[in-house]
C-alpha cells in the first residue's frame, strides 16, 4: 500500500476523519517499525465535561498497527484490523499521543504462525498518553493475519 513513510504520514495527515478532527501523524519511522500520532484538545474533539471525547481517542490508533505491519510484511499477506477494546484510564486534556512500535519479534512470531497458511490474531497493546507521560487510554489492538494462498 505505502511504499515510503513519508507517504503514509502524509496521506494520513490529509484524510478527512484525521483532518477535521485534529488527529495528526507526527513520524513514521522509515523501516514502518514505529509511528506516533498526536492529538490536541480542541472544541471539535471534546465531551460534555470539557476533556477529550473516547472516540476521538479511539480513532487516533486506527488504521496504524494494521498499516505497519501491512508494510512490514509485504504483499504476500492479508492484514486487516479484526476488533479494539479500549479501557479509560484517566481524562485527557491537552494533547495526547500514541505510539505504535511493530518489533521484529512480534513480525517473527508472525511468520511463524502463518506459515501453513493459518489465520492469525495477534493482539497489540497501544497506549494513548498525556504531556506529563501517564496513560490516559490503553487499547488492544486485534489483527487478522494471513498468508496470501498462492495462485
Given at each position: 500500500m505505502f511504499k515510503k513513510a513519508w507517504q503514509m504520514k502524509l496521506l494520513l495527515n490529509i484524510w478527512p476523519p484525521f483532518l477535521f478532527t485534529g488527529i495528526r501523524v507526527v513520524d513514521v519511522s522509515e523501516d514502518f517499525r514505529k509511528a506516533k500520532v498526536r492529538l490536541k484538545l480542541n472544541i471539535f474533539n471534546q465531551n460534555?465535561?470539557?476533556?477529550?471525547?473516547?472516540?476521538?481517542l479511539y480513532a487516533m490508533t486506527d488504521p496504524f498497527c494494521m498499516l505497519l505491519v501491512m508494510a512490514r510484511l509485504g504483499k504476500d499477506y492479508i492484514v486487516w484490523d479484526k476488533s479494539a477494546d479500549i479501557d479509560y484510564i484517566k481524562p485527557g486534556k491537552g494533547t495526547v499521543t500514541a505510539e505504535f512500535i511493530i518489533t521484529d519479534?512480534?513480525?517473527?512470531d508472525i511468520l511463524t504462525q502463518t506459515a501453513q497458511g493459518e489465520k492469525y490474531l495477534?493482539?497489540?497493546?497501544?497506549?494513548v498518553k498525556d504531556a506529563q507521560g501517564e496513560i490516559v487510554a490503553k487499547l488492544n489492538r486485534k489483527l487478522y493475519i494471513r498468508r496470501k494462498k498462492s495462485a
Open positions: 460534555a465535561v470539557g476533556v477529550h471525547f473516547g472516540g476521538s519479534a512480534l513480525i517473527a495477534p493482539e497489540i497493546p497501544v497506549y
